[in-house]
């Protein structure tokens, strides 16, 4: 029998310009939606996991009956760590600050 290896090395990556916009956003969680992208399922499907609480959420009392799933835990599940995450960060700081806006802000052209 071949070797099935682990979940999370079979688990398809989620596309750049969604995880870039998780990873930027300052909220905790991320929509139900969201996450149904991230995993690559139906939003029905996210739903399904999110009532049987297959998918990380804060604590009933935290947000009463708001459904967000926590980031971090669901980034981990996706096989997204940390160390991927200050990486991400890098990137995107040094597209932020090479774009025509930064220019604008800076108050000067280039």
């Known amino acids: 029998m071949p070797n099935q290896g682990s979940a999370a090395e079979a688990a398809p990556k989620p596309p750049f310009s969604l995880l870039r916009k998780v990873v930027q956003s300052d909220c905790l ?35 009463g009956r708001r459904m967000v799933v926590l980031k971090m835990p669901l980034l981990r599940l996706l096989g997204v760590e940390i160390q991927d995450l200050r990486g991400l960060l890098t990137i995107l700081a040094a597209d932020i600050a090479s774009s025509p806006a930064a220019d604008v802000v800076a108050g000067g052209e280039r």
């Open 29 to 63: 969680t991320v929509t139900i939606e969201e996450a149904a992208q991230l995993l690559g399922i139906s939003v029905d499907k996210a739903y399904d996991l999110y009532h049987r609480g297959k998918l990380p959420q804060p604590p009933e009392h935290f947000l």
